[in-house]
């Protein structure tokens, strides 16, 4: 079975500054692919970035880049130059890619906050 | 380019009622996942849909059915409504054609925030 862990606090950052949130996963598939999505209050999911298992490079999307260490199995979270738009709840999520499964197994989340 | 709406934004409803949501996925994508948030927990998966056929489900009871229709949007269906049911009920749309970088990544909407009193 898969298994997302998030088990990082609620998460404060200053503004302008690096934050890195933590995500481990567990799963005996050889091939997977690992999300990251933002939820404001509103609630929308808001896809940010991702990463296959069998990527030679970390994926980076703008301010955001995934510190992937497959023999860890943890895929962490890297938002360079943070900006209060980013205070918002982060889920880490994983896909198998076995067959016609594409369903998402989502973490707890984490909490961060953006102080000015 | 539309993104994934879904309707209503927030309904209220009584124990042992049933609701219907509505989910319409963005332009180009024909694959629909529907997924329960509860309140301060991660998105639960509850079934897929693809072609108009129920492709994957999560481990929800038979009272959580779906549909998709020819253009793709899909309904949740929940019958005999428990106060378990209050969540967020998000929408996701995907397609492997999307290859972004990535195949079939899935795009979420803003969600209907259901109340069962």
């Known amino acids: 079975a898969q298994k997302i862990t998030q088990t990082q606090p609620g998460m404060f950052v200053q503004e302008k500054e690096a934050v890195t949130l933590d995500c481990t996963y567990d799963?005996?598939?050889?091939?997977?692919?690992l999300f990251w999505y933002k939820q404001p209050s509103s609630g929308e999911m808001i896809f940010l970035i991702y990463q296959g298992s069998y990527d030679q490079q970390n994926a980076t999307e703008g301010r955001y880049s995934l510190n992937f260490q497959k023999a860890r199995k943890s895929a962490n979270l890297v938002i360079s130059a943070s900006q209060l738009g980013d205070s918002a709840m982060y889920f880490c999520a994983m896909r198998e890619t076995t067959g016609a499964n594409s369903k998402l197994t989502f973490g707890k989340g984490i909490t961060l906050s953006v102080r000015p | 380019d539309a993104g994934v709406t879904q309707s209503p934004t927030h309904l209220i409803k009584t124990r042992g009622q049933q609701v219907t949501l509505r989910c319409s996925p963005k332009?180009?994508?024909?694959?629909v996942s529907w997924y329960q948030q509860a309140l301060g927990q991660g998105p639960q998966f509850i079934f897929q849909y693809y072609e108009e056929e129920e492709r994957q489900r999560g481990n929800f009871p038979d009272r959580f059915s779906g549909h998709q229709f020819p253009n793709y949007s899909s309904e949740l269906n929940v019958n005999a409504l428990l106060l378990g049911d209050s969540a967020l009920y998000l929408c996701?749309?995907?397609?492997?054609?999307?290859?972004?970088?990535?195949?079939?990544?899935?795009?979420f909407g803003p969600g209907t925030r259901l109340t069962v009193l």
């Open positions: 799963t005996s598939d050889p091939s997977y692919g």
């Open positions: 332009s180009g994508h024909d694959t």
């Open positions: 996701a749309s995907s397609s492997p054609r999307d290859y972004r970088g990535s195949t079939d990544t899935q795009y």
